[in-house]
């Protein structure tokens, strides 16, 4: 091999190597934005699990607040059944 074919050869290998070093920055871009996904991914998935919580922790609030009229009749009703047992029993045991 002449020295002009080895000047040649070794240009076109530098640019191979500049178009590589190219390709592998846009390469290292794309790892660096899944890898910023991924964080974003990890950081919406805690938020999710913490919102199912909340929405866990409110259909227990609601339950009990639909709970609660029922409650109240039913007390009411005792006192009330309780009281005219009590009339009842007042007017017999006269």
Known sequence: MTQSEVEVALER???EIGSLKHRMDEVQRIVDAVH???QQMVAQT???KHLG???G??????AELKEKPGTRWESLITGLIGAAAGAI???FFR
Do not use: H, M, P, T
Not at 57 to 62: A, F, I, L, R
């Open 13 to 15: 290998y530098r640019n």
């Open 57 to 62: 922790e409110v259909k227990k609030d609601v």
């Open 53 to 55: 919580q909340a929405v």
């Open 36 to 38: 910023s996904l991924a």
């Open 89 to 91: 029993g007042a007017i």
């Open 46 to 48: 805690a938020e999710i």
